[in-house]
């Protein structure tokens, strides 16, 4: 399997790094020309390599939206139909403007951009987690002390993919539900990232 990143800062190179290591190929992307990405595609391997955000899009299977939310409409749209998406996007009013529909919690972060996106499959997931954890705190699953990070999306088989991912790259999985109830681990949050296994983590998402 492909995976596209549109995006490629702190939590994009971690992930491509993790998605390397076990076996994926990486199309990595930002918002400027693919050769200010050469270091890091020199660094990921042969696996790797860089490409506008577009042909990230059509090019990976699946595809990861790691970019501040001020700028998901940037996001191309046609080349993700059908494509499960994951979302890493957190709402910072400081740096993304106000969002008058995320004030109120009327929605969330990944509703905007399923809305901006209606043809592809959102799924909530590693954005209640700093970058250098993705690295520092995997850990294999046989190991009692494993890190469990949660998931939203409104599309089972899409989660079901997302949750394998996750599970490859070193940590437990926790499904809470629909998209919307990703707003139980937006930044701000009991749960936001929080260091736990599966039952510290759903007993923190209660609390939203």
């Not at 577009?54 to 940037?74: C, F």
């Not at 993700?80 to 919690?105: F, Q, W």
């Not at 940590?171 to 998209?179: N, P, R, T, W």
């Amino acid at each position: 399997m492909k995976i596209g990143f549109i995006g490629s800062g702190n939590i994009g190179r971690n992930l491509a790094r993790l998605a390397v290591k076990n076996g994926y190929d990486v199309i990595m992307s930002n918002s400027r020309d693919p050769e200010t990405l050469n270091d890091l595609v020199s660094e990921l391997g042969p696996h790797a390599k860089a490409a506008w955000a577009k042909d990230a899009a059509e090019q990976g299977d699946l595809v990861v939206v790691t970019i501040p939310l001020k700028n998901y409409r940037q996001v191309p749209v046609r080349p993700l139909k059908g494509k499960t998406v994951i979302d890493t996007m957190n709402y910072y009013p400081s740096r993304d403007g106000h969002i008058s529909e995320l004030d109120s919690g009327s929605t969330t972060t990944s509703e905007l951009l399923q809305a901006h996106l209606p043809e592809s499959k959102v799924v909530k997931a590693f954005n209640s987690i700093i970058a250098g954890e993705l690295i520092s705190t995997s850990l294999s699953e046989s190991n009692p002390n494993r890190r469990a990070l949660p998931i939203a999306g409104n599309d089972s088989k899409a989660k079901e993919t997302v949750a394998s991912l996750i599970n490859q790259f070193g940590f437990d999985v926790y499904d809470a539900g629909s998209l919307h109830e990703g707003f139980r681990f937006q930044n701000g949050t009991p749960a936001y990232v929080i260091r736990a296994n599966k039952n510290q983590l759903i007993a923190a998402l209660k609390k939203a």
